[in-house]
């Protein structure tokens, strides 16, 4: 046990290392290339506006220009120091902006609407790579019900906006390893060092958009695999790793930003810590600006969930409700039983309340945000359906 702690810690330290040696290298380069592109890149912000919306009259497909306008900004480094360029971001020094380690060489090479384009490929790869992998290692239910969840996202919107984008990558990638990993090597899962390294590596990236998706959906295919899997193991053990992979992201996930914020008033001089300490308490609970955004919790609760079941994802939803009870129904006309797995159910279950939990801890910002942060849903959005198609796996699979 001392021995798995420590190497936990130790490859934890070598990639905070890494990721701060790497930030700090792709500051080197001086801003001419980069500022060659900083006109057409601004003529895509005049055309567009700052939220354009793609699909007219649904908020929830609106692109977030405004913090890709920042993230383009901070490409441009303020001092000659590199380390102090990489810690001060340009005076928003409480995020790390992980996403420079690309971002910045791309806009050496080409213009915004190009590293759009790029990113569009990139997500919509992506995607249909974890089709073909869940449909493959997994089955059909679960392929369409991760198809679902993510169409319920906008996908159109997200593929294109590097503010929502990085996140799903990163989500996505996790995905793949979990789906790659043979069985062999699967039973040996280490799901804490799994996590904690997608937890350091999301707040690295992330401007606090939909972060905890990097958390619950691989998560949920993991659960998936576990209940699909010849060696199936006992409830306990499952629960444990839920609880242990939920462990390992959320000390990946805070443990890095207080780093930064550590590391950013020791190389700038201000006191980057409070500055995020007095943000953490407005985003969490209003708390400041004057009282400007008080928070409302319930209400908070239906925003969210009215961006991600709009009435047209409803009827997709009751669509196969419908179908899956006719299913059973005949089902158990001609076996005169229908199976249920309730141990995996329930780890389902856990699954689909993580984005409420978030949602109570950040409350300002899930309220201030919900055209966006609804896109946490997809964890139980694919929980619930996930959970259908475990059902039908159980009561179909081998009888048809």
């Known amino acids: 046990m001392k021995h798995q702690v420590l190497r936990n810690v130790g490859i934890y330290v070598a990639l905070i290392v890494g990721l701060f040696v790497a930030l700090v290298i792709v500051y080197v380069p001086s801003n001419g290339r980069i500022n060659a592109h900083m006109p057409s890149t601004e003529k895509v912000w005049q055309i567009e506006g700052t939220y354009p919306v793609l699909n007219t009259r649904d908020a929830g497909s609106r692109l977030d220009s405004f913090t890709d306008r920042i993230m383009i900004s901070e490409t441009v480094k303020s001092h000659n120091n590199p380390v102090y360029s990489a810690m001060d971001s340009n005076g928003y020094a409480r995020y790390w902006h992980g996403y420079l380690l690309w971002l910045r060489p791309l806009l050496m090479f080409m213009s915004y609407g190009s590293v759009r384009e790029l990113y569009a490929v990139i997500v919509l790869l992506l995607v249909v790579l974890n089709a073909y992998m869940i449909a493959k290692r997994l089955d059909l239910f679960a392929a369409v019900a991760f198809g679902i969840a993510f169409a319920f996202q906008r996908v159109f919107a997200i593929s294109i906006n590097m503010q929502f984008a990085n996140v799903f990558i990163i989500c996505l990638v996790a995905n793949l390893i979990v789906l790659s990993v043979d069985d062999d090597h699967y039973q040996k899962w280490h799901p804490f060092l799994f996590f904690l390294i997608i937890g350091t590596v999301t707040n690295f990236v992330d401007l606090l958009t939909a972060p905890m998706i990097t958390l619950g ?12 899997s010849d060696k199936v193991r006992t409830f306990p053990k499952r629960l444990v790793q839920f609880l242990v992979s939920c462990l390992g992201w959320g000390i990946g996930y805070g443990v890095t930003w207080f780093l930064k914020w550590l590391f950013a008033s020791f190389v700038t001089g201000r006191n980057v810590i409070q500055e995020a300490l007095t943000e953490i308490l407005f985003r969490s609970g209003g708390v400041g600006r004057g009282g400007k955004y008080p928070v409302h919790r319930i209400q908070l609760l239906k925003t969210n969930l009215r961006f991600e079941y709009t009435s047209a994802n409803i009827l997709i939803l009751l669509i196969i409700a419908l179908v899956s009870v006719a299913a059973f129904i005949l089902f158990a006309r001609r076996h005169h039983e229908i199976q249920i797995h309730w ?43 996930l959970a259908d198609a475990a059902m039908l796996h159980s009561n179909f699979k081998g009888k048809v």
């Open 217 to 228: 959906v691989p998560l949920m295919i993991m659960i998936y695999r576990d209940f699909v």
């Open 343 to 385: 141990p995996t159910l329930s780890l389902f279950i856990f699954g689909a309340i993580l984005p409420f939990i978030w949602y109570m801890v950040l409350a300002n910002h899930s309220e201030i945000h919900a055209w966006f942060t609804y896109r946490e849903l997809i964890i139980s959005t694919l929980a619930l359906l």
